[in-house]
């Protein structure tokens, strides 16, 4: 066979090609070049294939691929082997190849970089190995989250992203021009979600959501992915159940599917292991007191800080759900306990390790009137919540759901102590580019 004519493969299909010439195409990774042979590392997006190419079989190839380039772009053309040490990895004998010489050298080398260089050069650093790992991980997440949610009757409905109105309170909207008015890009799904319950019952919105996050966090992005199921006729008890059953589920996959990858990361699974509901729950009230005897104190009917949550989640070895949070901390949609009006019939789930809130939901106000009240309450502008009001004057009912923010779930699955590096492309207070 001439060499040009040996079929393409991808990495990951090496090992059924065994004894036959193939090309491979990709960017070259690693290149140890000695007198006699040269390693080359060709990296394809399934995987990063070892080539050997020795001068004695290939003199004019050999001297060409002195010039490679770290991340040029190359054509190979080899026969594979199964490596003479290493039972089930294979490796290629080059006899043939093309490269597209790179301009200039390649920014990210194997020396430490500040992770500002890094993120300034972030379209180039998806290329790593450890970047690689963690977006299939979170691709994995995001393919378990759809298929929970389809695979239980929800319909998907897509909310919009230009809103006119806050959800999540008015201090984080990121506003803009919509022709003549203004609008603001949308904080979460969840009133739109609303509406959707009343008319399939079970539905879930997944897409970004904007907060102009005014402080430097580990948990905070400006854009992040959300999943928002809202289910009709569920309380506070169910949105629980749905919630742990959803997050069992969800880590259940990325340990099935991601081993290689958590293994990348030397992520430790046992932890992600004992992730089986039920989850233990406890009321706001008994979680402050439990921080009052670990040393931490909370001021009266605040929220929880991200110390907080850190210190009360590690002392369970899963996720832990928190309900019942003062109202007057909480968004205007909540409905009161009825038994307590000063707490809100809501939940967070914390997940184990530090990694802090990753659901916030609960169950919503459905009385109008005294919806009404709290949207002035919170100097919301009335005339921006008449249409969510409608779903209260027209057939009110119970409801629930909850949101689950995809970074901070992807940093926890992970074990990465910063939300940044868990979206392809973060949005931070300091970064837009690139
Ligand atoms: O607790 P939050 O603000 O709840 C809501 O938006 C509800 N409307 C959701 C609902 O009930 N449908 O946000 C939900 C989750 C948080 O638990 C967190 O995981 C994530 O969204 N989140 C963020 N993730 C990254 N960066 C931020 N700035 C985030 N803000 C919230
Ligand atoms: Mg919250």
Redesign the pocket.
Known sequence: MVASEAPIVRVDQLSEHVGSAVRLRGWLSAHRAGKKVQFLELRDGTGVAACVLAAQDAPETFEAARALDQECCLTLTGTVQAHPKKPGVCEVLVSDLEFRPTVGEYPITPKEHGTDFLMDHRHLWLRSKRQHAILRIRHSIIKAVRDFFDSRGFTLIDAPIFTPNA??GTS?LFETRYHEETAYLT????LY?EAAAAAFGKAYCFGP?F?A?KSKTR????E?W?V?P?VAFMDLDGDMELAEQFLEYVVGRVLEERRPELEVLERNTAVLESVKAPFPRISYDDAVARLAQLGQTVAAEDDFGAEHETVLSQQFDRPVIVHRYPKACK?FYMKADPTRPNRALCM??LAPEGYG??????QREDDLTVLESTINAHHLPPEAFEWYLDLRRFGSFPHS?????I???VAWLCGLSH?RETIPFPRLLNRLRP
Do not use: K, P, W
Not at 187 to 190: F, K
Not at 219 to 222: C, D, G, N, V
């Open positions: 959800c999540e984080t904080q979460s799904g969840q979600m959501t907060r996050e948990r905070h992005l400006a992040f959300m928002e809202e968004a967070d789930v809130e990753i659901i916030g939901g609960g759901g909850f949101g689950l923010g970074e901070r779930t939300v």
